[in-house]
């Protein structure tokens, strides 16, 4: 028998390595919205959403001065950040664009819609929101059928405040 983990459980922050660490504080703060909460120096910086102690880590203490990922290689993927609504997630849609972000991806997932961009230092970042659970779509059996349609991009930024 497998282990279950608590229902409850949730992914409390992430903890990057990054190459210079001012222009990614740069990024999440101005790109992202994120809050700088804790600063240690050259080195390492705490950032969050409404004050919290930290959603993210950014840390230059095994790669100032590194390089990207190789592709091909093991590693993070991507971070997902999660908005509480459409308007939300579509602010800051709106203003990754207007940073001059690449956009690599968009989807609508059935249960989500999602965009896909990569951070100054290569990392993968997923913002998105989630459609409440009753609206997900099910298979007869009550399986969750995922899908990964084309979002509509123009409609999401007509939403943004």
Do not use: C
């Not at 028998?1 to 992430?14: A, D, E, K, N, R």
């Not at 703060?29 to 102690?53: N, T």
């Not at 709106?94 to 059935?110: C, P, Q, R, T």
């Amino acid at each position: 028998m497998s282990y279950t983990t608590h229902p409850q459980t949730s992914i409390g922050h992430v903890h990057l390595k990054v190459s210079d660490l001012d222009r990614s504080i740069a990024f999440y703060r101005d790109v992202m919205g994120f809050e700088v909460q804790v600063r240690y120096g050259p080195q390492a910086a705490f950032l969050s959403a409404g004050g919290y102690h930290h959603h993210l880590g950014l840390n230059t203490w095994e790669s100032r001065g590194g390089t990207h990922p190789a592709r091909g290689t093991t590693g993070l993927y991507h971070v997902a950040f999660l908005y509480p609504d459409r308007a939300a997630l579509a602010a800051t849609f709106k203003n990754v664009l207007e940073a001059g972000v690449e956009i690599s991806g968009a989807a609508d997932h059935g249960v989500s819609e999602a965009i896909y961009f990569n951070d100054p230092d290569g990392n993968g970042i997923e913002i998105y929101r989630d459609r409440p659970q009753e609206d997900w779509p099910r298979d007869a059996s009550g399986v969750i059928k995922m899908s990964n349609s084309a979002l509509d991009l123009n409609a999401l930024l007509a939403e943004a405040v």
